[in-house]
């Protein structure tokens, strides 16, 4: 494996690891703050969530001796941010979620289980995929309306990065984000807080 390493397969290892969290970290942000969660348990989630892919990405390829990385569900991320805060708050929520991790392990580990979830039509499958993503797909036309000074250089950047090539647009489009909110950020509560 160490033989394999070159600089354009550290690059885009590194590009696939930065394009992978990026694109989906304020749907997972906008998920557990949905929830229930607070700040602090917003970025208590992140943290192990990021610790938890990075650990078995480096796991999984060196068991399996295959190239694989491990990511969030964004999916399930978009879920949580389009439905209604549960009873127990964000308690009951992560409860939820510890119990579907379950499932899908034991769903792994018992080949009937996996068997019949393989047996889902995939166009019911993509269905209820859609059904979940469809908002998250327009989120973007309607901030385009709403806010467009915010979004034209997001937007511009990403466009861009797909004429120079394909692989930079998300990269260009997550730093011109960056950048937007440096650049409007309300820092008053922020420095509310400090004094």
Same mark, same amino acid.
């Given at each position: 494996?160490?033989?394999?390493?070159?600089?354009?397969? /550290?690059?885009?290892?590194?590009?696939?690891?930065?394009?992978?969290?990026?694109?989906?970290?304020? /749907? @997972?942000? =906008?998920?557990?703050?949905?929830?229930?969660?607070?700040? =602090?348990?917003? =970025?208590?989630?992140?943290?192990?969530?990021?610790?938890?892919?990075?650990?078995?990405?480096?796991?999984?390829?060196?068991?399996?001796?295959?190239?694989?990385? @491990?990511?969030?569900?964004?999916?399930?991320?978009?879920?949580?941010?389009?439905?209604?805060?549960?009873?127990?708050?964000?308690?009951?929520?992560?409860?939820?979620?510890?119990?579907?991790?379950?499932?899908?392990?034991?769903?792994?580990?018992?080949?009937?289980?996996?068997?019949?979830?393989?047996?889902?039509?995939?166009?019911?499958?993509?269905?209820?995929?859609?059904?979940?993503?469809?908002?998250?797909?327009?989120?973007?036309?309607?901030?385009?309306?709403?806010?467009?000074?915010?979004?034209?250089?997001?937007?511009? =950047?990403?466009?861009?990065?797909?004429?120079?090539?394909?692989?930079?647009?998300?990269?260009?489009?997550?730093?011109?984000?960056?950048?937007?909110?440096?650049?409007?950020?309300?820092?008053?509560?922020?420095?509310?807080?400090?004094?």
């Amino acid at each position: 494996m160490i033989r394999d390493l070159s600089a354009p397969a /550290i690059y885009m290892g590194l590009l696939a690891a930065f394009v992978g969290y990026a694109a989906s970290f304020a /749907i @997972v942000l =906008a998920g557990l703050k949905a929830a229930g969660a607070t700040d =602090a348990q917003a =970025a208590t989630g992140l943290f192990f969530a990021a610790i938890g892919m990075g650990v078995c990405s480096i796991w999984l390829p060196l068991v399996t001796r295959i190239p694989a990385a @491990v990511a969030w569900s964004t999916p399930g991320a978009a879920f949580l941010a389009a439905a209604a805060v549960l009873p127990g708050g964000f308690a009951e929520a992560v409860g939820a979620m510890i119990g579907c991790a379950v499932l899908i392990v034991v769903t792994g580990f018992v080949p009937a289980l996996g068997r019949i979830v393989t047996a889902i039509p995939k166009p019911i499958a993509n269905a209820l995929l859609a059904g979940v993503l469809l908002k998250l797909c327009f989120a973007p036309a309607v901030a385009l309306g709403s806010i467009p000074l915010l979004v034209m250089p997001v937007l511009a =950047a990403w466009l861009l990065g797909l004429v120079w090539h394909r692989l930079a647009a998300m990269p260009l489009a997550v730093i011109a984000f960056v950048v937007v909110l440096l650049f409007t950020a309300d820092t008053s509560a922020a420095e509310q807080t400090l004094t």
